[in-house]
């Protein structure tokens, strides 16, 4: 583990693995060994989920209903079908449901009971999404939660909370920014954040133009 | 069923505090947590809802305080042992053999 010195190196600088550390260790060890998980396959999962799949996902699917009137209607309509038209598909993702903000909509999505969100979309949770203050409050008082996010949001303004299940995910198309006219798609999916598909945020606004 | 990961209303958990630039996993051991419950999964033996089942089994004072991935092994450990693949006594023992070589 330590490469090249490892004699010293270990004395010096491994500490005793925590109790969860060796957990995870035993079980990878005992299942390679049973021929039950290939370690390769493991790094395979690693590395699609924490490099490949990501918001960047969601935020060409945002960008696309913002410059396509005909793509936001099946977006709309039939969200995981509109989604596997840009090659987004897979787990946790099977059943998509998109929700629309407007001037009168705000959406929020939460998982209250565990985790669930529209991997192939938005790739892996936050910590905050899987924690107990969202997963409770955000049923509560969303507006308070919105607020902690500095997210204002007008009376006038109805908020929808939806709450994820195994079977349904959601993802947010928030409104497109002021401004952003004759932008290209690729400049407007860079202004897409994930906390925005989430409801907790809003898109970021567009750097200004030399004119 | 309601339980300790039905959280959805309750008071006195806090705000909510979100990381900026957060990592996607903030520890090797999370990683390979991560991996070895979908590549398990892989196996055929369970569902997702029996996944979460398992998780919500974890006693309700335990639940709340261990961190995300933890009530993932948590559940992975009890499914394994459950569908035969795994016994418990071969997991403890090597969990043993790992912390005498650690702690060599």
């Given amino acids: 583990m330590s490469g090249g010195h490892e004699h010293e190196h270990d004395v010096e600088y491994t500490a005793p693995l925590g109790e969860t550390e060796l957990r995870v260790k035993a079980l990878e060890s005992l299942l390679t060994e049973k021929g039950l998980v290939d370690p390769r396959a493991l790094d395979e999962l690693i590395d699609l989920y924490e490099a490949r799949v990501g918001p960047r996902n969601g935020a060409r699917v945002v960008a696309r209903a913002w410059v396509d009137p005909a793509y936001r209607k099946r977006l709309l309509e039939n969200a995981s079908a509109a989604i596997a038209e840009l090659g987004f598909t897979g787990r946790q993702g099977e059943d998509m449901v998109v929700l629309e903000n407007t001037p009168r909509v705000h959406n929020m999505v939460v998982c209250t009971l565990c985790s669930c969100y529209p991997w192939p979309v938005l790739g892996l949770p936050p910590v905050w999404y899987k924690s107990p203050p969202y997963r ?29 299940t195994a079977e349904v995910r959601y993802l947010v198309l928030p409104e497109r920014p002021p401004d952003t006219e004759g932008r290209s798609e690729e400049e407007l999916a860079a202004l897409v954040t994930r906390d925005s598909m989430i409801g907790v945020g809003r898109p970021k606004a567009p750097e200004r133009r030399p004119r | 069923m309601n339980g300790v990961h039905d959280l ?41 809802d029996m996944s979460r089942w398992a998780r919500e089994q974890m006693p309700p004072a335990r639940y709340l305080a261990a961190s995300y991935y933890e009530h993932w092994l948590w559940g992975l450990e009890h499914l394994l042992v459950e569908r035969g693949l795994l016994t418990r006594e071969e997991l403890e023992a090597r969990v043993a053999v790992l912390r005498r070589g650690e702690a060599r």
Avoid: Q, Y
């Avoid at chain 2, 900026?20 to 033996?45: C, S």
């Fill in chain 2, 8 to 48: 959805g209303g309750l008071h006195g958990f806090g705000p909510v505090v979100a990381e900026a630039d957060e990592p996607v996993f903030h520890a090797e051991w999370e990683r390979r947590a991560f991996a070895l419950t979908l590549a398990a999964g892989f196996l055929g033996e369970w569902n997702i």
């Fill in chain 1, 136 to 164: 409770s409050r955000a049923v509560l008082d969303p507006r308070g939660v919105l607020r902690e996010f500095g997210v204002a949001v007008g009376d006038e303004v109805e908020v929808r909370v939806w709450d994820s």
